[in-house]
């Protein structure tokens, strides 16, 4: 169990005032530093869409890439990828970088037109910085009271998965990307908290396999990318009323949640849902 957790959003869709200098830019990167009793340590969760944004940010914010024990890449699109090769080029340090082994497969959005949305890196090229590129399907724990979602299990019949293709076994298909997974840390005293990239298993989907997965019911936080962008009205709906059910202290949506969600699940969740912002500090 993790003692205190401070996390930082390094890169976000959107800068507030109170944070001036920080750069935004449609993708998301997370430092997570927790504090373990005698060590501590740091992940970087996602890079953001590009490494002049991601190291701008970083350097106004006075984080030391050398002080990254972990590189957690929560799926391949290039808005939580691509910044990873200019962070690794930086870090000196031999960081393994840890992701569904699915992050490398074809990622295509189809409208209006084809385009190529995946990571914008080899394996090669990432191996090629000292990187360590570390590719389970399964859940990790990272730390006591710190683990992956692995795949997400898709139980939710509300949260499909639309729009994305993919090309497996010589075929063109519907993407479910299946390499979206979050974070889920267990915090002493209070419960879970789920970390998640785009959400694109969704978000109650990841939320039920970090209950799963850690044996508890107590979710004290939800923070990161919701993907209902875009989605229709029923899917937001039911979305905001099942975290209602799961009674967490503190919902905290941004990147692909999309202004739409973000006000339904103010109007449900009232004053313990917060838009997420570039540089915002959450200290737990
Ligand atoms: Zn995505
Ligand atoms: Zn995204």
């Not at 859940?139 to 979602?149: F, L, R, Y």
């Amino acid at each position: 169990m993790i003692e205190r957790l401070k996390l930082t959003i390094v890169v976000e869709n959107t800068t507030s005032h109170h944070k001036p200098g920080l750069w935004g830019q449609h993708g998301l990167s997370i430092l997570i530093e927790a504090d373990l009793g005698s060590e501590s340590m740091c992940i970087l969760m996602d890079t953001g869409a590009s490494s002049d944004v991601l190291l701008h940010n970083m350097d106004v914010l006075g984080i030391d890439s050398d002080d990254i024990d972990l590189i957690f890449l929560s799926h391949g699109h290039y808005d939580h990828t691509g910044g990873l090769m200019g962070l690794l080029k930086r870090t000196k340090r031999r960081v393994p970088v840890l992701a569904h082994p699915g992050i490398l497969s074809p990622k295509l959005r189809s409208g209006p037109f084809l385009r190529s949305i995946g990571i914008p890196f080899t394996r090669v090229d990432i191996e090629n910085t000292g990187a360590v590129l570390l590719l389970p399907r399964n859940s990790v724990a990272v730390a006591p009271g710190i683990m992956t979602t692995g795949e997400v299990e898709r139980r939710r019949s509300f949260e499909s998965v639309e729009g994305f293709w993919t090309i497996s076994d010589g075929i063109y298909r519907e993407d479910r990307i299946d390499d979206d997974q979050a974070l889920v840390i267990s915090i002493k005293n209070r419960g879970i908290i789920v970390i998640s990239g785009c959400a694109h298993s969704g978000i109650v989907n990841i939320v039920d396999q970090a209950r799963r997965l850690t044996c508890s019911d107590s979710v004290y936080a939800v923070i990161g990318g919701f993907h209902l962008m875009g989605s229709d009205d029923e899917r937001i709906r039911r979305t905001a009323e099942a975290l209602l059910d799961l009674d967490p202290e503190i919902v905290r949506p941004g990147h692909c949640t999309g202004v739409r969600a973000i006000a339904q699940l103010q109007a449900t969740l009232g004053d313990r849902c917060q838009p997420l912002f570039t540089g915002d500090v959450i200290e737990l």
